[in-house]
């Protein structure tokens, strides 16, 4: 075991030129400030006394502002994965009226939809589905038909007028598009199983050419 875990331990370790390469570059800076505080001190004849204390102020003000800019970072990473945690959900099926409270009107929770029966999480689209977006009257629901039909207005809702060929090549793009950029979660139960009626399941077209996000 001794010399198992020795292996392990030596296999994660950096290369040395990798180890005098990050303590290289991470000293560069601070090298850089120093010649060019040497130069202004040279330039404007500055007694050794004063350029003394001016070097170290000057690298004080740059260790602090190096300082908050590491803190925001940290902040910043934090808080991204703070939203993705409560905006992450694990793969399972869903009901419509499940789906439903997926809507994208509750700040603190994920954003969904449905397309040809596949639910995929779209919260990192948040700007398009969430309330206001473009693309808000589908999230919660089963986007194929409106995806087909190119029908995102509120007050239009879905008929039985069933999807014409060129409709369903619309909504086979969209559902590449969905499969490429967000997690599917799982599938829209349908009506034999809990859910949807089958046919609504089956098929509606998507307009993936309209959307960027």
Same mark, same amino acid.
């Given at each position: 075991m001794a010399v198992r875990a020795r292996t392990?331990?030596?296999?994660?370790?950096?290369?040395? %030129?990798?180890?005098? %390469? @990050?303590?290289?570059?991470?000293?560069?800076p601070w090298l850089g400030i120093a010649v060019l505080w040497r130069q202004v001190s040279v330039r404007y004849r500055l007694d050794p006394g004063v350029e003394c204390v001016g070097l170290v102020v000057v690298l004080w003000a740059f260790s602090k502002g190096v300082m908050l800019i590491d803190v925001a970072n940290a902040r910043r990473a934090q808080a991204e994965r703070e939203? @993705? %945690?409560?905006?992450?959900?694990?793969?399972?099926?869903?009901?419509?009226?499940?789906? %439903?409270?997926y809507d994208g009107? @509750?700040?603190?929770?994920?954003?969904?939809?449905?397309?040809r029966g596949e639910v995929f999480n779209v919260s990192l689209g948040q700007a398009f589905y969430g309330a206001g977006g473009d693309y808000h009257v589908l999230a919660g629901t089963d986007a194929t038909w409106r995806l087909g039909k190119r029908r995102l207005e509120?007050?239009?809702?879905?008929?039985?007028?069933p999807l014409t060929a060129e409709e369903n090549d619309e909504v086979d793009g969209w559902l @590449?598009?969905?499969r490429s950029k967000y997690p599917r979660l799982g599938r829209l139960l349908?009506?034999?199983?809990?859910?949807?009626?089958?046919?609504?399941?089956?098929?509606?077209?998507?307009?993936?050419?309209?959307?960027?996000?």
């Amino acid at each position: 075991m001794a010399v198992r875990a020795r292996t392990d331990k030596k296999s994660v370790e950096p290369p040395d %030129a990798v180890v005098l %390469a @990050r303590f290289f570059f991470g000293w560069l800076p601070w090298l850089g400030i120093a010649v060019l505080w040497r130069q202004v001190s040279v330039r404007y004849r500055l007694d050794p006394g004063v350029e003394c204390v001016g070097l170290v102020v000057v690298l004080w003000a740059f260790s602090k502002g190096v300082m908050l800019i590491d803190v925001a970072n940290a902040r910043r990473a934090q808080a991204e994965r703070e939203w @993705r %945690a409560a905006h992450d959900l694990p793969p399972q099926d869903f009901v419509p009226d499940q789906l %439903a409270q997926y809507d994208g009107t @509750r700040e603190q929770m994920p954003i969904c939809l449905a397309v040809r029966g596949e639910v995929f999480n779209v919260s990192l689209g948040q700007a398009f589905y969430g309330a206001g977006g473009d693309y808000h009257v589908l999230a919660g629901t089963d986007a194929t038909w409106r995806l087909g039909k190119r029908r995102l207005e509120h007050d239009v809702m879905q008929d039985d007028h069933p999807l014409t060929a060129e409709e369903n090549d619309e909504v086979d793009g969209w559902l @590449r598009l969905f499969r490429s950029k967000y997690p599917r979660l799982g599938r829209l139960l349908t009506h034999s199983e809990g859910g949807v009626p089958d046919a609504a399941a089956a098929g509606a077209p998507a307009a993936h050419t309209v959307e960027d996000a």
